[in-house]
């Protein structure tokens, strides 16, 4: 070790403790994204190995754009982006205040609430494609009960299937955003609320002014972690409706894994990837500014 | 026998071990029972078993995944018929034409051989097949005096008739399976063939899906089944949903393959044991009764690293007597001729004496290299024109056909 001492010895080290890390970054993410990058330019289509694989540019990008399914696909993620998140993040926050809370059982029902986050995704999809059969399942019965001939086939309606998979994942994961919230809730200091309570502020004035900017942080993290996650939603989609009906809820990544693995477009499949993955570095990018500047900035004043 | 997984490292290398990728039957043992049988018949041969899953979709990913990435742990492989151009022309599937015996090909069922072949060659030996039928309610229709339809037309009627004579909201009149995957297209192409349209031009001559008798086909889905003849939750039906509504007598008509058959006469598991009817499915006036053809043949690896022992496996399971004892332990079809006059299996399932009609009338799903994407823009296409009442179909159909005309432009450029 005394061959390390000195700032250039301990700069190696700190190089040579870091090394094995972003190895494994540059192989397992790094590389991946490269590599999808490097096909996207490529027109590579597997059942016709007699086209090569030509370097075709932006062509898979500019087909990407012009194409009425892409686009189309483009706007139901976003439509699924947009309303889960929204509604994940504010259903987890009710949901984290009300378990702020003290009461008798609080244990046990923090414990419930975190059971359909922890069930398989594909084992939620399957349950709520019963739920929602159009014959037997446990909708009609709520909705309609015994009148039969109302019954709806919601997995099978263009208008409904959307709002049957943003429910299934609101369901699914308002437990997650609750979870992150109630952490930040958690961290606040309860004599504030006692000190903000002596100075005469309602249940609602400590809210807007003491819980929601202290709880701030942890709510854009939510807000961070839904939205990435919703726009890379597959498995839901996959179990419950294979994109239809009539491509209803056909997301990019299910359109994009389509592409690639089931008709062998390699690279315009890698094109679709490439735009999810823009997609979501531009929205992280853009909630870390306004978000997180501002934090900084509150932080620090 | 030593119990070989998948999986595990070195045995790839094993020369004398077969690795065979197979999807799964309802019956799990019997895979294994037929390899142990194989490895009695040939020593010192092995067969390692990777059973996939039960969705030929999720397996065509699985076993393409394996073979473009030019895996030699796979020698032989399971095929959905509509497979062969596509694993031809990617390179992945050797011809077996050479190792076959002479006359052997014409053993076999001709819709299956077809299937099996690509510009002239062998890809796949034929290993069972079904077919889409017409399974009705023989009680309720004698009932009313009624034969089994010949058109579509007449069977709308029939439902219309039988409906309003039971005057039970549970009973529904036909389910098929319109959900939109693979079976849609089977389904809607059985529709589109009984019209005399065909989707698909000859030698990736372009779409025809916005010729008449193609539309006529498709609207007639939309307009007079749809929401009619058939509650409109078909549109998320595949077959467990639509054999499960029919077992449990809540359908007067169903499409549905063979293996429906046993299902809906078993008491344990159906409502409607004996009562139920089988056969060809409708037309249209002036077109012919077309079922779609379904079933599973036996591929060789091109990556194989020992393709003449695993050429061997492919052989003993089309033989006759692997055949029969599918028919005898799982009830499906067989794809070799003579077993439709075994005594044994007739025997076991009188009902085969009925198939060969059936499966005269069997086609070929469009045949192209491109197949998976052709299908998926067949996909979204029906279930675009058939789940909205006031689709355009010629614009949706004109769309269609350019999407499946630039796909085809592909394969010329080639």
């Known amino acids: ?301 | 026998m030593a119990l070989v997984l998948p999986g595990c490292g070195g045995e790839a290398q094993d020369p004398n071990t077969i690795r065979l990728v197979a999807w799964k039957f309802n019956n799990p043992g019997l895979w294994r029972r037929l390899a142990d049988q194989f490895e009695q018949l040939h020593p010192p041969l092995k067969v390692a078993l990777e059973i996939a899953p039960h969705s030929s979709t999720a397996y065509h990913d699985l076993l393409t995944q394996k073979l473009k990435n030019r895996s030699s742990e796979v020698d032989v492989f399971l095929m959905d018929v509509v497979w062969p151009p596509e694993f031809a022309s990617a390179g992945w599937a050797l011809p077996l034409d050479q190792m076959l015996p002479p006359g052997e090909k014409e053993r076999f069922l001709p819709a299956a051989v077809e299937a099996s072949s690509w510009h002239g060659r062998l890809y796949g030996a034929p290993l069972y097949v079904s077919a889409g039928a017409l399974y009705y309610r023989q009680d309720l229709l004698e009932h009313l005096r009624l034969k089994p339809p010949k058109t579509w037309p007449q069977l709308v009627s029939q439902v219309k008739m039988t409906l309003a004579h039971q005057g039970n909201q549970d009973l529904a009149g036909y389910v098929g399976q319109f959900k939109q995957y693979e079976g849609l297209v089977c389904n809607m192409m059985e529709f589109v063939w009984s019209a005399g349209g065909r989707a698909l031009l000859p030698g990736d001559a372009g779409g025809a899906l916005s010729k008449p008798r193609d539309l006529k086909a498709v609207r007639f889905v939309r307009d007079s089944l749809i929401d009619n003849a058939a509650p409109r939750g078909v549109l998320s039906y595949q077959e467990p949903e639509s054999l499960e509504v029919f077992a449990q007598g809540g359908a007067l008509f169903m499409r549905n393959w063979f293996y429906a058959w046993p299902i809906l006469n078993d008491p344990a598991r159906s409502k409607v044991a004996g009562k139920v009817g089988l056969a060809p499915l409708p037309r249209f006036s002036g077109g012919e009764s077309a079922s779609c053809l379904g079933g599973w043949l036996v591929g060789l690896s091109a990556f194989s690293t020992k393709p003449e022992k695993a050429f061997k496996l492919i052989k003993f399971l089309a033989s006759e007597q692997v055949q029969r004892r599918l028919v005898l332990e799982e009830g499906l079809a067989p794809a070799r001729r003579a077993l439709y006059d075994d005594p044994w299996v007739l025997k076991a399932h009188p009902h085969f004496k009925k198939l060969p009609p059936l499966l005269a009338t069997a086609r070929s799903r469009p045949r192209t290299p491109l197949y998976p994407a052709v299908s998926q823009g067949l996909q979204v296409y029906f279930h675009r024109a058939i789940s909205d009442e006031d689709s355009d179909l010629p614009i949706l159909a004109d769309t269609a056909d350019i999407e499946i005309n630039r796909l085809l432009g592909l394969i010329k450029e080639e």
Not at chain 1, 29 to 37: D, G, L, T
Not at chain 1, 99 to 110: A, E, M, Q
Not at chain 1, 164 to 171: E, G, Q, T
């Open chain 1, 1 to 301: 070790m005394a061959a390390l001492a000195g700032p250039r010895g301990e700069r190696l080290l700190a190089w040579g403790l870091l090394l094995p890390c972003l190895a494994v970054v540059c192989a397992f993410a790094f590389w991946p994204i490269v590599y999808s990058v490097v096909l996207s330019l490529h027109r590579i289509v597997l059942s016709l190995p007699g086209l090569g694989a030509p370097f075709v540019g932006l062509e898979n990008y500019a087909r990407l754009l012009s194409e009425p399914g892409a686009r189309h696909s483009a706007g139901i993620t976003l439509a699924f982006v947009g309303a889960s998140t929204l509604l994940e993040v504010s259903l987890g926050t009710l949901m984290a205040l009300a378990l702020d809370k003290s009461f008798r059982g609080r244990g046990l029902v923090r414990a419930a609430v975190l059971v359909p986050w922890a069930i398989p995704t594909v084992v939620a999809s399957q349950m709520w494609r019963f739920i929602l059969n159009d014959r037997y399942g446990l909708m009609n019965w709520l909705v309609f009960g015994g009148d039969v001939g109302s019954y709806q086939a919601w997995l099978a309606s263009p208008g409904w299937a959307l709002g049957a998979v943003i429910l299934a994942d609101v369901w699914k994961t308002s437990a997650f955003a609750a979870l992150i919230v109630l952490a930040g809730l958690q961290t606040i200091p309860r004599d504030l609320y006692e000190a903000a309570a002596l100075d005469g502020a309602g249940p609602w004035q400590r809210f807007r002014h003491l819980t929601l900017p202290l709880v701030l942080p942890a709510l854009a993290v939510a807000l961070v972690f839904r939205t990435m996650d919703a726009f890379r939603v597959f498995d839901l989609v996959y179990v419950m409706t294979q994109g239809g009906p009539a491509n209803a809820t056909n997301v990019l990544q299910f359109y994009g894994y389509k592409k690639m693995f089931a008709e062998g477009f390699m690279g315009y499949g890698s094109a679709v990837s490439v735009l999810v993955f823009v997609m979501v570095l531009a929205v992280s990018l853009i909630y870390l500014k306004l978000v997180g500047r501002r934090l900084l900035r509150g932080e620090t004043a």
